[in-house]
């Protein structure tokens, strides 16, 4: 069923037994499924499963197995289709339905028939433990799986496919807030690190600004996975204001950006995990506020056709949908402003 990608985290026969009675309702806290639920259940994960009669549990095992080799984005995370089987889990229209109906039948509250999101997230986070993983719930009440060993969370799985919710439109605008009022530093530090770990990126370092001279045009710098086991490095020029190059307005600070683009290109960075120095092989420059048109083209123009494929623009627009989505359950924006507005030196 699904085919085999980038290496993930495989689940072992236990877990994915226990998994599979979860799914089924044969687990305490969790809602029965019959036949029928199961099978829709599997539809809303966009899975084409339909039961086939056969022992539940074990039916369901047998999926999940399955879903087990399938492509997953991280290696510290399982494959992809097994994270939106584990997320839907804990839909609350699920666990409504099965206590209403319990409770039709006469099952009162402390009765062990009836479902229960807590109890049901910490007993699949103490079947997860061992694999260095956490099931939790953001702000809108929908579950997601993070390492607790690399940061990585499922949060991307479907962040370039969708609109934003109301609860993502609200965190756009608190980043939004934050990006008017943050330091560049702030912004690096509180912002950029947390987004390119949650991507998939290893070794986010920020290089910071107490000594230039061996700053080299990069203000932080990572290293990503290919599924073929490579690395590829990347680091990141940022800016907290507008880059434009266009003296009506106000504003041309495109030149500095090149400099220190070009600076980046030509020093190699020192890996300390595989204690050598490597060349760049890209280099995202980062704005805070627009990246105009006339910056990005004469950009391009002055680069050579070697230097221009090591460019990625990224400027607020993408930063805002990007960082409402993959860091809608942080709260670190709302603690910022508090300390700007007291007047506080923050971090």
């Known amino acids: 069923m699904a085919s085999v990608g980038s290496p993930c985290m495989k689940l072992n026969e236990f877990a994915l037994e226990e998994l599979a009675k979860m799914v089924v309702g044969d687990a305490a806290h969790f809602p029965y499924r019959s036949s029928y639920y199961i099978t829709k259940f599997f539809e809303r994960c966009d899975l084409p499963f339909t039961h086939d009669g056969t022992t539940r549990a074990y039916w369901a095992k047998e999926k999940l197995a399955e879903l087990n080799v399938g492509h997953g984005q991280s290696d510290d995370l399982p494959s992809d289709t097994l994270c939106r089987v584990i997320s839907e889990l804990f839909e609350p229209d699920d666990f409504a339905r099965h206590n209403n109906k319990m409770k039709g039948r006469g099952e009162d509250a402390s009765n062990n028939n009836l479902a229960d999101r807590p109890k049901a997230l910490a007993a699949l986070n103490e079947l ?46 608190k980043v939004a807030k934050f990006l008017d009022d943050a330091s560049e530093d702030e912004f690096i530090e509180k912002l950029l690190v947390p987004l390119f770990q949650r ?38 020029q940022v800016k907290k204001d507008k880059i434009d190059s266009n003296n009506a307005s106000g504003v041309k600070n495109v030149s500095s950006v090149l400099n220190q683009a070009r600076m980046a290109i030509d020093h190699p960075i020192f890996d300390p995990e595989s204690n050598r120095k490597v060349l760049l092989d890209h280099i995202l420059l980062i704005s805070a506020g627009e990246i105009t048109k006339a910056a990005r083209a004469w950009l391009v123009e002055q680069l050579d056709q070697g230097q221009r494929r090591h460019i990625i623009f990224m400027d607020r627009e993408e930063l805002l949908d990007q960082s409402a989505r993959i860091l809608s359950d942080l709260r670190l924006v709302d603690d910022i402003s508090s300390r700007l507005d007291d007047n506080n030196v923050p971090f």
């Open 128 to 173: 997860l433990k061992r694999y260095r993983l956490v099931a939790y719930f953001d702000d809108a009440d929908r579950c997601y799986l993070r390492s607790t060993g690399s940061g990585t969370t499922t949060t991307t799985l479907s962040r370039q496919t969708r609109p934003l919710s109301l609860e993502e439109i609200e965190q756009r605008r």
């Open 199 to 236: 991507l998939g990126f290893r070794r986010v370092s920020m290089t910071g600004h107490k000594d230039k001279l061996l700053e080299f045009g990069r203000d932080l710098w990572m290293k990503y996975q290919l599924p073929t086991s490579h690395w590829l490095y990347f680091c990141a």
